[in-house]
């Protein structure tokens, strides 16, 4: 990583985890003054950090490692039978790429996501502001993900492009009756998995694994897979 002894990091001060409940958390953070280009980022993302708006963070929690950073192997993964069918049922749906932008069509469908999905978490409620802050920031190397289906906006992903890998910053897509069964979620990692295979990536960042977080449990579908224990990718097993 450049000058990676030169990178000041800062820690929060405790306060309630907003994942599980009677957990207390602290986050570890890059000086947000520090600008991160993408080799820099990728290299990070190899040593457990994530991105949020202009924030590179990981947990460090003082009693609770339930906070684990999540990679697919790419190179190795075949779709087992139910994400075969989740892919045939999007079959109709194309996908973009475009810069980041704060656009009231992604406004509106990420308002009525977080206001549907995660009314009881700290994104709720949602604001222009905060997309903004949280999405619409253009590092250099982010892209939105558009996805359509005749015309009409099902989801955006926020994923940054690296040299050797994608990460997965976050998601947000139609929760109305008739697109459940859809599996939009799972649909959106499948095609950045094809993607970045087919870019000859051997790896998906996914961001964190809590075992005890249902919203999260989604993420082990998604085999073969590492994650970060004790400085080290393990295979999942």
Not at 105 to 133: N, V, W
Not at 157 to 185: E, N
Not at 203 to 211: M, V
Request: proline share 5%; aromatic share 14%.
């Amino acid at each position: 990583m450049k000058n990676e002894h030169q990178i000041a990091l800062y820690e929060t001060d405790v306060h309630p985890c907003s994942y599980l409940s009677g957990k207390e958390a602290s986050t570890q953070f890059l000086d947000p003054r520090f600008q991160v280009d993408a080799s820099t980022a990728e290299r990070l993302a190899e040593l457990g950090f994530r991105r949020s708006g202009d924030h590179t963070y990981r947990p460090n929690c003082p009693d609770c490692s339930a906070c684990i950073p999540l990679r697919v192997r790419v190179d190795e993964f075949e779709p087992n039978r139910t994400q075969r069918k989740i892919l045939n049922r999007n079959a109709g749906v194309s996908v973009t790429l475009k810069l980041p932008t704060t656009n009231l069509e992604y406004y509106r469908l990420y308002r009525r996501y977080i206001s549907e999905r995660h009314r009881d978490g700290d994104m709720f409620p949602p604001s222009a502001k905060q997309f903004s802050e949280f999405l619409g920031i253009d590092s250099g190397y982010t892209h939105f993900w558009i996805f359509r289906e005749h015309g009409k906006l099902l989801g955006v992903t926020v994923t940054d492009h690296f040299s050797q890998s994608l990460s997965l910053v976050y998601s947000f897509f139609r929760t109305d009756a008739g697109y459940g069964r859809r599996s939009l979620g799972i649909y959106f990692v499948l095609r950045q998995i094809l993607a970045a295979k087919q870019a000859g990536f051997p790896y998906l960042y996914l961001g964190y694994l809590i075992r005890e977080c249902r919203k999260m449990s989604y993420k082990t579908s998604f085999l073969p897979a590492e994650q970060f224990v004790d400085q080290q990718w393990r295979l999942i097993v």
